[in-house]
């Protein structure tokens, strides 16, 4: 166990173990969760301890508490429009395409260098480029919150790209886009092998897990390389 485990506070735990069914699909929408007489029986804790870790769930739009009747997964929404989260090295294999991969930089920073707009006091930066057919796919900037996933800094993103680990390994619970078209500089030009002021497509994309920030990523594609697709269910 990390350092970083061993200090979680037992409704953080109670909160992971809870989350990690719900999200993997063990306890599906409208299973009644165990009472909180049992929660506290399980782990041993105050009843206030459980309060509250399923209030958290509750605030997260994962569970439904209804008086006397208790906890249940909740329903997903009627409406939405969901942008998933990609697995690079997938999509492209499903393409029919080879599909690369090459740890350029790896390092560990402070809190004076967090992505703008997440809370947490150590990252790991990781900047990678994707190929598909020995070509270069995308170019990534990855910050990952260490705080909250410590087992990231043991990992070997030399052989694993750290998108598909952390979709393995760490399940979220809200994320942000954002999607914009930018010039090449020459920098960029090189890592991507087009010309200096060829058309890219800019993704830029937060994680969070119970409230705490997991991950920003900055992925970079040449234009005519990358194309995003949303899904709509009424």
């Not at 299973?31 to 105050?46: D, G, K, S, V």
């Not at 004076?112 to 990252?123: I, M, R, S, Y």
């Not at 409230?211 to 995003?228: C, E, K, M, N």
Request: aromatic share 8%.
């Amino acid at each position: 166990m990390t350092d970083h485990a061993a200090a979680k506070p037992l409704h953080q735990k109670i909160i992971t173990d809870l989350e990690g069914k719900i999200l993997s699909g063990v306890w599906p929408p409208g299973y009644r969760i165990p009472f909180e007489h049992e929660l506290t029986a399980q782990y041993r804790c105050a009843r206030m301890t459980v309060n509250k870790a399923l209030s958290a769930l509750a605030a997260a739009g994962l569970i439904t508490r209804r008086r006397r009747a208790g906890s249940f997964v909740a329903q997903p929404p009627t409406q939405s429009a969901m942008l998933h989260i990609p697995d690079l090295a997938t999509e492209i294999r499903e393409k029919g395409a080879a599909y690369g991969y090459r740890l350029i930089k790896r390092r560990i920073v402070g809190i004076e260098e967090a992505p703008h707009g997440l809370v947490g006091t150590t990252w790991l930066i990781l900047d990678a480029v994707h190929f598909a057919n020995n070509r270069p796919f995308a170019a990534e900037a990855r910050w990952i919150n260490l705080d909250a996933v410590p087992d990231a800094t043991n990992a070997d993103f030399a052989q694993t790209p750290p998108g598909s680990w952390l979709l393995a390994q760490v399940p979220w619970t809200r994320a942000a886009h954002e999607i914009r078209a930018l010039n090449a500089n020459a920098a960029l030009a090189k890592t991507l092998a087009v010309t200096k002021g060829a058309a890219c497509l800019m993704v830029e994309r937060r994680t969070w897990r119970m409230g705490d920030a997991i991950t920003y990523v900055r992925q970079i594609f040449p234009g005519d390389s990358y194309r995003l697709t949303a899904d709509f269910s009424p």
